[in-house]
C-alpha cells in the first residue's frame, strides 16, 4: 500500500470520529442553572413581599428572640419578687423598711396593672380577715379589732373587709342573744319542774321553750296532756310565734290517742295554753 492511500484512510477515520462527537453534544440536554430562594418563592405563587421574605427567612435556621427587660421594669420584677418573699414569711406589715405591703404598694406606683403586685395586694388582706375571724371565734375581740384595722390599711376597698366585718359583727350578736336568754332561763324554775296552772285549767310555759331538749319539752307540756286526755276540752294556745304554737298543738294531739283534740291559737306573748269549757 502507498503511503497516499495511507494518509487518506487515516484522515477518513478522523473525520468520521469527529462528527460523531458533534452529534452526541447536539443531544445532551443543556444543565439547568440553581434556581434561586427568591424564585421558589416566586413559582410558589407568593405575590406580598412581605410573604416573600418570610419564605426566605423560613429556610434558614429557626432562632429563638427572648424580649429583653428595660431597667424600670426589671426594677418593678425585683419589688414584687421581695414582696412574694416578705408575704411567705408573713412580714406583712412589719418591719417598716422591709414588709410585703410596701414592696407591692411600690410596684403598683411603678406598674399601676401589674397582675402580680394586685395579687399579693388581696393576699394581704385575705391573710388579716382571716386571722380576724379565728380571733373572734376564740372571744378576742379586740384582736380582731386590730387585724381588721391592719387590713384596711393595706386597701380600704376591697369587698372582702366589708365582708368580714359583717360577718364578726353578726358572730357578736348572735352570743349575745344567747347569753341573755341563758340569763332568763337561770331566773326561771328548772327545766325538769313541770308548770303548774295560773288558774283553774290555764298553764303557763317557758318563753325559751323550744331552745330545750325534747324530754324538757315533754315535760313541761305533759301536765296539760294529761288534763286534756281526762277532760276532752278545747283548746286555747297564746303564743307569739305561729309555727311554734301549731308545734305545741302536735305535741298535744300526737299523745290524746282516745279523740282529736281541738285547740285555737291566737297571736298573743301570754306564753300559755288554756283549756276552755265546750
Not at 352570743?175 to 319542774?193: D, G, I, L, T, W
Request: hydrophobic residues 35%; charged residues 25%.
Amino acid at each position: 500500500m502507498s503511503k497516499n492511500r495511507i494518509l487518506i484512510l487515516i484522515l477518513v477515520l478522523f473525520m468520521t470520529g469527529c462528527q460523531q462527537n458533534v452529534k452526541t453534544s447536539a443531544e445532551k440536554p443543556p444543565i439547568p442553572e440553581k434556581k434561586q430562594d427568591n424564585v421558589v418563592a416566586v413559582s410558589a405563587g407568593v405575590d406580598d413581599k412581605s410573604t416573600v421574605q418570610d419564605v426566605v427567612t423560613t429556610s434558614s435556621p429557626a432562632q429563638s428572640v427572648e424580649k429583653t427587660l428595660t431597667t424600670s421594669e426589671q426594677l418593678t420584677q425585683h419589688l414584687i419578687e421581695k414582696g412574694e418573699g416578705a408575704l411567705a414569711a408573713e412580714r406583712l406589715l412589719t418591719p417598716v423598711e422591709d414588709n410585703a405591703n410596701l414592696y407591692f404598694q411600690a410596684a403598683l406606683g411603678r406598674d399601676p396593672g401589674n397582675y402580680r403586685a394586685i395579687l399579693g395586694i388581696s393576699t394581704i388582706v385575705d391573710v388579716y380577715t382571716q386571722w380576724a375571724w379565728e380571733s373572734a371565734l376564740r372571744r378576742e375581740y379586740a384582736r380582731s379589732s386590730r387585724y381588721m384595722d391592719s387590713a384596711k390599711s393595706v386597701n380600704p376597698e376591697d369587698p372582702t373587709i366589708e365582708e368580714m366585718t359583717s360577718r364578726i359583727s353578726d358572730l357578736q350578736k348572735r352570743r349575745a342573744q344567747v347569753a341573755k336568754v341563758s340569763k332568763k332561763q337561770s331566773s326561771q324554775p328548772s327545766s325538769k319542774e313541770a308548770p303548774k296552772p295560773l288558774t283553774e285549767g290555764q298553764y303557763l310555759l317557758p318563753k325559751t321553750l323550744f331552745s330545750m331538749t325534747e324530754d324538757e319539752i315533754i315535760s313541761h307540756i305533759q301536765p296539760i296532756i294529761d288534763k286534756v286526755a281526762q277532760a276532752d276540752r278545747p283548746l286555747a294556745i297564746y303564743w307569739p310565734n305561729d309555727k311554734e304554737a301549731r308545734l305545741i298543738y302536735q305535741i298535744i294531739n300526737s299523745r290524746v290517742t282516745e279523740f282529736r283534740v281541738r285547740a285555737m291559737t291566737y297571736h298573743r306573748a301570754d306564753y300559755m295554753v288554756e283549756l276552755q269549757q265546750d
